[in-house]
């Protein structure tokens, strides 16, 4: 099956950026191995765009935010995120992967959970100097994580635990965020402490492609693709969150 | 002092107690930086395949009258070769494929022993070290891989602090993950290699794990887990010389033996103090869907 999406998205809202491109692909192959999920994928992210990929467990979701993150190679055709190979600007593409939570007793506190989304700004040797200082602690304010900062990442909730991540890749102040599931073990507010931070990340022209399954999420996406082992729908969220097509890739009717 | 100080005097009083003093400590420090990654990232089994794939390699060394150190290099060379390869390439689980490939190396350095004449002495000296008969050389060595341990913890630490998160997030953070777990592997070969002399192959692994797993239950940063290791590491040295000097019992048995129940006692009562805060404090969980 042959399909094309020819999005162009250059509907950007918010006019304060100049918009470039950040993520480009062109007949892009996505899978494991050699099942393919996603075929033929033509994709062209503005800077400030956002992307919500619409799924249940095992629709591919993770599998193409993977693939922009650099840790899947592509099976074939060309991606590319900031003019250059996915993985290949760490400092500037931050990636927060589904369950990140470690089961083992690791002896880090929060806060150092946290610290370390600046590793890829600091390398091996250099020195944590006041700006990075200033993007921990503004990560772990606009994610609710000051409460528990000072705490071992052991001896907090999965909850905790996932705004905690959460704070560690917006702490890298990247311009493309690739988040699978960072609602997921939150409560209520924070889903809506996780809303707020996507509406401000586009503001400042950051691109993301989010990874969900609930739609709510999508409605104020630039671009919808719904999953389900293949593209069901991809389009802006009026015309791709249409009854049929949810139906399809829910095997339901959300109400929405 | 007429009376003799019972935890002072073997030390003071014999060179070859001094002698195993220092080398057991210096092992504990070796041991605290590599360990500490060791437990973190849960290479602890890895670690154990490399300390006895060396074993073919130093019953080779000692055969032909070579040091065993060299011996040692070259198999923990092969070891790790072999490793990475099946970490990569195994249809089966990885565990099942490096126990067979430790074994088999572990089967092929006795059947070398086996052709010395001194077979019983040189089996039990590569499995359980010779920690009372270390030379002053054996001391240099000791410190110029302490020195290259803690070289190598110092360039590499970010990466393997990610790497216990996730190998992922290693290399979303612009790190190799395949240069940096064959740096570990190297950190612990270097360990292996250099422990064991003292404490032997087959215990090598109770000095890398127990002190940093007992660090790993009490510690809320790795640099904090790695001073607890060491400190844990130095006392069980001490003790567990105290005990073989008083007691005629093996000084590598005792000193990991001693890691041991230190690791053992610290999970206890870390175990109670945190049921206890549990009681006094529930836990807030956050709705899950």
């Known amino acids: ?46 800077s400030g765009d956002l992307l919500t990929l619409i799924g249940t467990n095992g629709s591919g979701k993770s599998t193409l935010l993977k693939t922009l993150a650099g840790l899947l190679p592509a099976l074939a055709g060309s991606v590319s995120v900031l003019g250059s190979a996915p993985g290949s600007s760490p400092k500037r593409v931050a990636y927060l992967p589904q369950h990140p939570v470690s089961s083992h007793t690791l002896p880090l506190r929060a806060r150092d959970v946290v610290a370390m989304g600046r590793y890829a700004h600091l390398g091996l040797f250099r020195r944590e100097t006041a700006t990075d200082r200033a993007a921990v602690g503004d990560a772990i304010t606009r994610t609710g994580t000051s409460n528990f900062a000072d705490q071992p990442l052991r001896e907090l909730s999965g909850g905790q635990q996932q705004r905690t991540h959460l ?27 996780v809303a707020e931070i996507i509406a401000s990340e586009r503001a400042r022209g950051v691109t993301i492609v989010l990874a969900t399954h609930d739609l709510q999420d999508a409605e104020s996406a630039t671009v919808v693709m719904l999953l389900a082992q293949r593209i069901v729908a991809f389009g802006p969220p009026s015309q791709a969150l249409s009854d049929d097509n949810v139906r399809t890739c829910f095997g339901f009717t959300q109400p929405h | 002092m007429l009376a003799g100080n019972p935890f002072i005097d073997p030390f003071t009083s014999n060179e070859f107690m001094r002698h195993a003093l220092v080398a057991s400590v210096l092992v504990a420090l070796v041991c605290a930086v590599a360990g500490t990654y060791v437990v973190l990232r849960g290479l602890s089994f890895v670690g154990d395949a490399l300390a006895h794939g060396v074993v073919p390699g130093i019953a080779t060394a000692l055969l032909f009258g070579v040091s065993g150190v060299v011996g040692a290099v070259v198999s923990a060379a092969v070891m790790m070769t072999g490793v990475s390869v099946i970490t990569r390439k195994s249809r089966l689980s990885s565990d099942t494929a490096i126990g067979l490939f430790f074994v088999g190396m572990l089967a092929l350095g006795v059947i070398i022993t086996s052709r010395s004449r001194t077979f019983v002495g040189d089996i039990t000296r590569i499995l359980f070290g ?15 891989a302490l020195v290259i341990v803690a070289i190598v913890a110092i360039i590499a630490h970010r990466p393997f602090v990610l790497m216990s998160i996730d190998d992922g997030l290693a290399r979303t953070s612009g790190f190799s993950v395949p240069f940096f777990h064959s740096l570990m592997l190297v950190l612990v070969a270097i360990t292996v290699i250099a422990s064991f002399q003292s404490v032997g192959t087959l215990l090598v692994l109770g000095m890398l794990i127990a002190p940093a797993a007992a660090g790993a239950l009490v510690a809320r940063r790795v640099s904090t887990m790695m001073l607890i290791a060491a400190l844990y590491g130095t006392a069980a040295s001490y003790l567990g010389l105290l005990a073989s000097y008083h007691y005629d019992i093996a000084a590598g048995g005792s000193i990991v033996f001693v890691a041991v129940m230190l690791f053992g006692v610290t999970a206890i009562i870390s175990a109670v103090l945190a049921h206890r805060h549990d009681d006094e404090v529930p836990h807030q969980h956050e709705h899950h869907h």
């Open chain 2, 130 to 144: 010779e920690l009372l008969g270390v030379t002053t050389s054996d001391l240099g060595w000791l410190l110029v």
């Open chain 1, 167 to 193: 704070a560690q890749v917006l702490s890298r102040q990247a311009e493309v965020l690739l988040l699978d599931e960072p609602t997921a073990g939150l409560d209520l507010a924070g889903k809506h402490a």
């Open chain 1, 1 to 46: 099956m042959t399909m094309k999406f020819p999005i162009s998205t250059n509907t950007i809202t918010n006019t304060m950026h100049t918009s470039i491109c950040t993520i480009k692909s062109e007949s892009l192959t996505v899978g494991h191995g050699h099942h393919t999920i996603i075929d033929d994928l033509h994709l062209q992210l503005m």
